[in-house]
């Protein structure tokens, strides 16, 4: 082609021929970028096995996962107590599925508003924003790898402080293998719980439907939401609750009843169910049994005392030997009578837990101390265990601890003043609370009695509470000081030396109480305020690390309960031999006017120790 014919011919129509343009050699923009990318992405996902076909049917929700995230690394924070690992991941798993939920409502939450500016008038009227496809996967691949970073930062940490907590309390650290399965259970958890979730949801939508033939869509929505919901939540607290804890009572019921082989009827008639006895062995609950066939022999208990030793009185009365709780409390006072329990130089009324369980250290280290001298009286007034029985009926436990002090202390307050064994009253855990709401305040227990012993008491239990509030400034919560009233010593346990007798009036009060104990630490409370002891010194074995945030510190105290006897002695809900230093100082034996010596104590620790040896396990 020549240069002439690709001119304009003046005169003639032919149009005139465009040479060809060639394009720059540019860059790509970044919205090309980003495409390429996501192509990229989307080809990378779909070469790993499965992944694919699971992002379908999960057709996870971006802010739900990120809250999902939150909530399972606020799960892997420090608490009181160390976990095994089934355990931490069943946290985990409920916390990562709380956490997509909450997650998933504030996305939606967002969205409909979104909706809703797009019909009001206005410049977004009719405007609906809604980001690229490329845009999503890239966010799900940034959060993906941010939440697997920030997920391994915090399982690091949490070996960390778990490692440092297992030394604390004397025991050993898990291996990495801890952890992975931690992460493995969890994430199946969650699964399977967002399963039940997508079925709920389901039935929400098809019930959308049928609504909608004959009410507006917002109405339909609306009724379906609540309807379904309304359902769920009636079926979990109205008619599983309720239909679970008769089923607990029934199967704990039966399982106390059960005859255990190995558990013979005692063969002394100095305790219930023996010969003689008006409690028949075979109305026994477990740990009834367990108590009366536990405790030291006569020559355990003269090797400690250094001189003759009586046999002790032990005195249980269960559920089924008396229809009401009056009623037992009744034959157990019959049942004192009858084993001259009246004539020994103490006797001790013990509150139960939940199960009717009775810290066989307290008896027994009761018995060593007064060398048999002595008489123990309790009586069972539910099968559950204590955190059942807090659901089903928290005022149960105190009234129990009521009726049983009352009806032994008219029959104590009859004998002659110069003949009465020296009353003591005493409960651990949810029997703690039961045995102080028999008295008004501590003016009350000094009148009443010739000492209390109080372990481990639940935060719920008023009369420590009140003594806590008034402590001295200056004292702390885990050890406080109330000079106020001068019968009343507090004792964190452990290593640190128990309260000095000097000074301490008779009748004396005793709380001892761990501070990793998470009984004595939980309270509602915690969802929305920082107790007063994190904004202390920490105890020797909570770990510095271990801080308040809302909701977060609720759960993780609520969780530790479940695992507070599972530690060594002298940590979270384990008292064992500290009875022993608790009943020298409480209630010493007659003649013993300063406290004991060092040998003497720890002479008395390993035989109640051995006594006590492959008993049968705690509440």
């Known amino acids: 082609m020549t240069a002439d014919s690709v001119r304009t011919t003046e005169g003639v129509g032919a149009p005139a021929v465009v040479p060809p343009r060639v394009a720059p050699n540019r860059a790509p923009l970044p919205r090309q970028r980003t495409a390429a990318a996501a192509q990229q992405a989307r080809h990378v996902a779909g070469r790993v096995p499965g992944l694919r076909a699971l992002v379908r049917w999960l057709r996870l929700d971006l802010v739900g996962v990120v809250g999902a995230i939150a909530f399972l690394n606020a799960s892997l924070s420090p608490s009181l107590l160390p976990r095994t690992w089934a355990y931490q991941a069943a946290i985990s798993g409920l916390a990562a599925t709380f956490g997509y939920a909450v997650g998933s409502v504030l996305g939606l939450s967002v969205r409909v508003v979104g909706r809703l500016v797009a019909l009001l008038p206005g410049p977004w009227h009719g405007r609906r924003v809604r980001p690229s496809r490329e845009t999503v996967l890239i966010a799900w691949w940034s959060v993906a790898v941010v939440g697997a970073a920030v997920t391994s930062w915090f399982l690091v940490h949490a070996a960390a402080w ?20 931690i992460l493995g259970l969890s994430a199946a958890l969650f699964l399977v719980l967002l399963a039940a979730w997508r079925w709920l949801r389901g039935l929400a939508r098809r019930l959308e439907v049928r609504l909608q033939r004959w009410v507006p869509v917002p109405v339909a929505v609306a009724t379906s939401l609540g309807s379904v919901g309304t359902i769920t939540y009636w079926a979990l607290s109205g008619l599983l609750l309720p239909a679970f804890l008769t089923a607990s009572g029934l199967a704990f019921g039966v399982w106390d009843r059960v005859e255990h082989s190995g558990v013979p009827a005692p063969t002394s008639a100095l305790r219930s169910g023996g010969p003689g006895s008006l409690v028949p062995w075979g109305t026994m609950n477990r740990k009834g049994r367990e108590f009366l066939v536990s405790g030291p022999d006569l020559p355990s208990l003269e090797a400690t005392s250094g001189a003759a030793a009586g046999e002790p009185v032990r005195v249980y009365v269960g559920l089924d030997a008396a229809p009401t709780m009056d009623e037992r409390a009744r034959l157990a006072v019959a049942e004192l009578e009858r ?3 009246f004539d020994r130089e103490v006797l001790l009324v013990a509150t139960a837990t939940g199960t009717g369980w009775v810290d066989p250290y307290a008896a027994s280290a009761l018995e060593h101390v007064h060398g048999g001298d002595s008489a123990v009286v309790s009586m069972q007034y539910s099968s559950l265990p204590s955190w059942l029985s807090l659901l089903s009926d928290a005022s149960e436990v105190e009234r129990a601890g009521t009726v049983l002090f009352e009806a032994v202390r008219e029959r104590w307050a009859a004998l002659p003043s110069a003949e009465r064994p020296r009353l003591l009253v005493y409960g651990e855990s949810l029997g703690a609370q039961g045995s102080a709401a028999a008295f008004a305040d501590v003016d009350d227990v000094v009148r009443r009695s ?18 806590v509030a008034d402590r001295d400034d200056g004292s702390t919560v885990i050890a406080p000081v109330v000079s106020g009233v001068p019968d009343v010593r507090f004792w964190p346990g452990g290593d640190i030396p128990r309260p000095g007798v000097a000074d301490w009036d008779r009748p004396r009060v005793m709380v001892l109480s761990h501070p990793s104990d998470p009984v004595s630490r939980w309270s509602p409370r915690l969802v929305f305020r920082e107790p007063e002891w994190l904004r202390e010194p920490p105890g020797p074995d909570v770990l510095p690390s271990f801080t308040w945030y809302p909701f977060v510190t609720f759960w993780q105290v609520t969780a530790d309960m479940a695992l507070s006897l599972g530690v060594p002695t002298g940590h979270g809900h384990r008292y064992g031999v500290e009875h022993v230093d608790a009943w020298f100082a409480v209630a010493p034996p007659a003649g013993q006017d300063g406290p004991p010596s060092a040998e003497r104590v720890a002479e008395v620790r390993r035989a109640v120790a051995a006594d006590l040896r492959g008993s049968p396990g705690l509440d």
């Open 339 to 341: 084993t001259g329990g």
């Open 162 to 181: 778990q490692t440092e907590l297992r030394l604390l309390m004397g025991a050993q650290s898990p291996g990495p293998a801890h952890y992975a399965r």
């Open 450 to 467: 010739d000492g209390a012993l109080w372990v481990g008491p639940p935060a719920a239990t008023r009369l420590v509470g009140d003594l």
